[in-house]
């Protein structure tokens, strides 16, 4: 609730049962490893570190906002540098400056269809408000002894490092792989944020462009139990591996994507959150609901899934369906309920450079 509203008014409740989903995640997680977890105070992290807050149609962290269109409303985010010349190609207008005025008289004359059409041909990360439906159920069964297992993590921001680091709380060992040309962004963010994802976490940096980069890629899929990603599978067999491959040699592979591994289209926490429906309303129109939740919720999910799969899985997480499945007529809490700011969580440990631990891993592969 504190991170949903109008920043000059009351916080709002949110629609859903967002909290009380990562509750049960967070209960299944430590009844299957040990390791307790506030899950509803985990959904609000970041905005702790970083001291966003509440905006109304704008994020807490300002890169998305909610505009009208000719039948509705859409979430627009502008995050990555190329993103205004992205938004530029898709309105058929040179970007100059602000983005959110071309983008704002564009929409106003499209339908959410348009929109959704042209987002997903050129990577934008946008799309309609729309009620999304889905019945998300994480794997049930007996739970994994995560313990010394080995998690290859090749996702970045926040869903995927969040499940990376549960599991390494629950005695996983994690292997963080980036590359040269696109490093983790978060790390350009809070570094203490950052931090808590990834203290004790080893550091690989590896160039799949170059044979041998690619070598070491697969060297480290095939060494590992688990294996955390956020790509497209196009992206995935430019780097020379192939999931399903993987996943036939025993592997339990975590694909975490915005619609779905099927689905080309691309998005992040608060823009995939609003366009599955997880928005609130007052008399001026919709607002977000907490910082990037789609983010934490997935990462939480994704973790008890591994901590109840069997080697030899693939774990398809989509963000927005993991959303949807929150959306139900029941809601968290009401209004009589004690508004909790964000509160930071300890943070022990350090995080390691880009690439400091590239020549130690590829000893131990030998490679």
């Given at each position: 609730m504190a991170l949903t509203g109008r920043a000059a008014g009351p916080p709002v409740v949110p629609p859903g049962r967002a909290a009380s989903v990562a509750t049960a995640m967070a209960d299944q997680?430590?009844?299957?490893?040990?390791?307790?977890?506030?899950?509803?105070?985990?959904?609000?992290?970041?905005?702790?570190?970083?001291?966003?807050?509440?905006?109304?149609?704008?994020?807490?962290?300002?890169?998305?906002?909610?505009?009208?269109?000719?039948d509705g409303w859409?979430?627009?985010s502008v995050a990555r540098p190329d993103d205004p010349a992205l938004l530029g190609a898709l309105v058929g207008e040179e970007v100059r400056g602000?983005?959110?005025?071309?983008?704002?008289?564009w929409l106003r004359s499209h339908t959410g269809a348009e929109l959704a059409?042209?987002?997903?041909?050129?990577?934008?990360?946008?799309?309609?408000?729309?009620?999304?439906?889905?019945?998300?159920?994480?794997?049930?069964?007996?739970p994994r002894d995560l313990r010394g297992l080995l998690v290859v993590d090749f996702s970045a921001l926040w869903a995927g490092p969040l499940c990376a680091r549960l599991l390494g709380l629950a005695g996983a060992r994690v292997v963080k792989v980036e590359t040269p040309w696109r490093p983790d962004g978060a790390r350009a963010g809070n570094p203490d944020?950052?931090?808590?994802?990834?203290?004790?976490?080893r550091s690989v940096c590896l160039d799949p462009l170059d044979a041998s980069g690619r070598t070491a890629m697969a060297a480290?899929?095939?060494?590992?139990d688990v294996v955390i990603e956020a790509s497209r599978?196009?992206?995935?067999?430019?780097?020379?591996?192939?999931?399903?491959?993987?996943?036939?040699?025993?592997?339990?592979?975590?694909?975490?994507?915005?619609?779905?591994?099927?689905?080309?289209?691309?998005?992040?926490?608060?823009?995939?959150?609003?366009?599955?429906?997880?928005?609130?309303?007052?008399?001026?129109?919709?607002?977000?609901?907490?910082?990037?939740?789609?983010?934490?919720?997935?990462?939480?999910?994704?973790?008890?899934?591994?901590?109840?799969?069997?080697?030899?899985?693939?774990?398809?997480?989509?963000?927005?369906?993991?959303?949807?499945?929150?959306?139900?007529?029941?809601?968290?809490?009401?209004?009589?309920?004690?508004?909790?700011?964000?509160?930071?969580p300890p943070v022990n440990g350090y995080a390691a450079r880009i690439g400091e631990h590239t020549?130690?891993?590829?000893a131990e592969l030998r490679v």
């Open positions: 997680f430590a009844a299957a490893t040990g390791v307790r977890l506030d899950g509803a105070r985990l959904l609000s992290e970041r905005a702790a570190f970083t001291g966003n807050r509440r905006r109304g149609s704008v994020s807490p962290g300002g890169s998305c906002r909610l505009l009208s269109t000719v859409a979430a627009v602000d983005p959110w005025p071309v983008a704002a008289e059409e042209r987002a997903e041909l050129l990577g934008v990360a946008a799309g309609p408000v729309t009620r999304r439906v889905a019945d998300f159920t994480v794997v049930k069964g007996k944020f950052y931090r808590l994802l990834h203290a004790g976490h480290l899929v095939t060494a590992a599978p196009r992206a995935l067999a430019g780097f020379g591996l192939d999931a399903r491959a993987a996943v036939a040699a025993g592997k339990t592979w975590v694909t975490i994507t915005a619609y779905g591994r099927g689905s080309n289209r691309v998005g992040f926490g608060d823009d995939v959150a609003a366009a599955s429906g997880l928005v609130a309303y007052d008399d001026a129109g919709p607002m977000f609901c907490g910082d990037a939740i789609a983010d934490p919720l997935t990462g939480l999910t994704a973790a008890a899934m591994v901590a109840y799969a069997p080697a030899g899985v693939m774990l398809d997480v989509s963000m927005a369906d993991v959303v949807a499945a929150t959306l139900t007529d029941e809601q968290s809490a009401d209004g009589t309920v004690p508004v909790v700011e964000p509160q930071r020549a130690e891993v590829l």
